[in-house]
């Protein structure tokens, strides 16, 4: 993803992470973005004027009092020429006067007047990000809307340790990134859309005590149902043994076997998109014993066959199919490419492939994703599968907005 055309403006406050600050000026521009900077009272006190404008391109803004400045480009304009305000080191001080509505320089008096997206990097002692009227102004200000990266713990420029590190440069490009990304899709909604989601494992029963299963946790599906309720969608969730909570807004339907799962997804149709999160089993014994399997005797030989591909069903269901149907891959390697494959195989519209040869994506919180369409793959960096469910959930809503929303 790219900064492309961007608008960023940087606001530097005064702590000694300001020097990271230059560099963040260059890897915002390097991603395509056009930077303007306002450096604070005490933001200049740390880094130049000079340096800020040299390597933004542009004259560093530093004074709400210049009246040359304010009939050439007036506080107001500033803030309104912006895509999203970042603003790095976010001081102790400046956090402070952001919560409680202050303006009373060139920096606060911008905030106050920004209706862009704010990104917030924290950079301070220890001591002071716990302080407790710290603690409560960034509660907040994240109450507020604003978005936070960082900071993170280690050795602090005061020679103390703990948290009050500014993020790395690539950790806070990454965010912006992220809720621009958001922000273009953030305010479409799926009001009158029907959204049928499958989530976790199967269980396909041996016997009355046992049973063939996977290790599929749900929460990645979870989350894309809660996600897509969350935006008005009509959300039903076709979920297979799990432990977790049932998501805000969403009808669960539960369901043990793939044969239930897919006879509960064809009773859920029609609807308007299907996003098939869950690990089905692919197969299932082919008689299953009415009793317990005794031990005493021969070990028992399980004849195997196969599930229905329920993704594969329902895409290429030739009444009802949903307009969007989305499946999951997890993949070893090459997941673009196998994605795409499948995107195939299956008939379905998108894929979502996950690389699982890193480590453990089942259970985890963590998963990297690529997105295959027919228009091409997007790469998504590591993200939490919640962050996962809302990046698909605004892609999706995307989708019904844009020139293909009547197919
Ligand atoms: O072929 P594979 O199992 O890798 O395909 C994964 C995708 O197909 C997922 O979206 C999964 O939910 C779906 N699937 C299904 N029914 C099956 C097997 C997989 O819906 N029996």
Redesign the pocket.
């Known amino acids: 993803m790219s900064l492309n055309g961007k608008r960023i403006l940087l606001v530097i406050a005064g702590g000694i992470a300001a020097y990271k600050s230059l560099d963040l000026i260059r890897r915002l521009r390097e991603r395509g973005a056009a930077v303007r900077a306002i450096l604070t009272r005490a933001g200049a006190a740390f880094v130049t004027p000079l340096a800020v404008g040299a390597l933004a391109g542009e004259k560093a803004y530093t004074d709400l009092f210049s009246l040359t400045d304010e009939s050439a480009m007036g506080h107001i304009r500033l803030s309104r020429e912006s895509d999203l305000i970042v603003i790095a080191p976010a001081t102790a001080d400046l956090l402070a006067k952001m919560a409680a509505g202050l303006a009373d320089d060139l920096a606060s008096t911008v905030l106050l007047a920004a209706n862009t997206p704010i990104l917030a990097a924290p950079g301070m002692n220890v001591e002071m990000w716990e302080h407790a009227a710290t603690r409560r102004n960034v509660e907040r200000l994240a109450a507020d809307g604003i978005a936070f990266v960082g900071p993170a713990a280690g050795d602090l420029a005061c020679g103390e340790v703990g948290q009050g590190r500014m993020a790395e440069v690539a950790d806070i490009v990454a965010a912006a990134e992220r809720l621009l990304a958001d922000a273009a899709g953030g305010g479409l909604r799926l009001d009158g859309r029907h959204a049928l989601v499958?989530a976790g494992p199967t269980r396909e029963p041996l016997d009355p005590v046992r049973f063939l299963s996977n290790y599929s946790s749900g929460k990645q599906g979870f989350a894309i149902a809660g996600a897509l309720a969350a935006r008005g969608a009509r959300t039903t969730l076709i979920a297979g043994p799990t432990a977790l909570p049932n998501p805000p807004g969403v009808t669960i339907v539960a369901v043990e076997t793939?044969a239930d799962m897919l006879a509960a997804c064809e009773a859920a149709l029609p609807a308007d998109v299907a996003v098939?999160?869950?690990?089905?089993a692919?197969w299932r014994v082919a008689r299953r014993n009415e009793v317990k399997i005794k031990k005493a005797g021969e070990t028992p030989t399980l004849a195997l066959i196969e599930?229905?591909?329920?993704?594969?069903t329902i895409a290429r269901r030739s009444d009802c199919r949903p307009t969007l149907v989305v499946?999951?891959?997890?993949e070893t390697g090459a997941a673009p490419e196998q994605g795409r494959d499948?995107l195939v195989r299956?008939g379905c519209d998108w894929i979502v492939a996950n690389d699982v040869s890193g480590g453990a994506v089942f259970g985890a919180e963590r998963n990297r994703v690529h997105i295959v369409t027919p228009a091409g793959t997007e790469s998504w960096p590591e993200l939490t599968k919640r962050e996962v469910a809302e990046r698909l959930a605004v892609r999706i809503a995307t989708h019904f907005a844009g020139p293909h929303a009547a197919e």
């Open positions: 499958t793939a098939f999160a869950a690990a089905v692919d599930n229905p591909d329920i993704l594969a499946g999951f891959a997890a499948k299956k």
